[in-house]
């Protein structure tokens, strides 16, 4: 996954809201993240996924990771949230 442009080597990592510790889920190389685990995003519902959900025939959504990371730019805190998964 790939860092911010001009992010420092101070930043913290959310994976859906839960901290991350920098040697133990993740590693930084170079200018991307790598994850220990193997990381999944959901595509767009399509509509009978929707409408499954909607009518409640389908109870659960599929796993759907998010990425967070805040890193101070300058003399402000900037938060990049949903960052895009690379493709293994």
Request: proline content about 5%.
């Amino acid at each position: 996954m790939q860092l911010p442009a001009g992010i420092g080597s101070h930043f913290q990592v959310f994976l859906n809201g839960v901290p991350q510790q920098e040697g133990r889920d993740f590693r930084r190389d170079g200018n991307e993240l790598v994850f220990e685990k193997q990381l999944v995003q959901e595509g767009r519902l399509g509509f009978w996924r929707w409408l499954s959900l909607f009518l409640g025939v389908a109870g659960t959504y599929r796993q759907n990771d998010s990425v967070d990371v805040v890193y101070d730019a300058g003399d402000r805190r900037v938060v990049a949230t949903g960052l895009p998964l690379s493709p293994d």
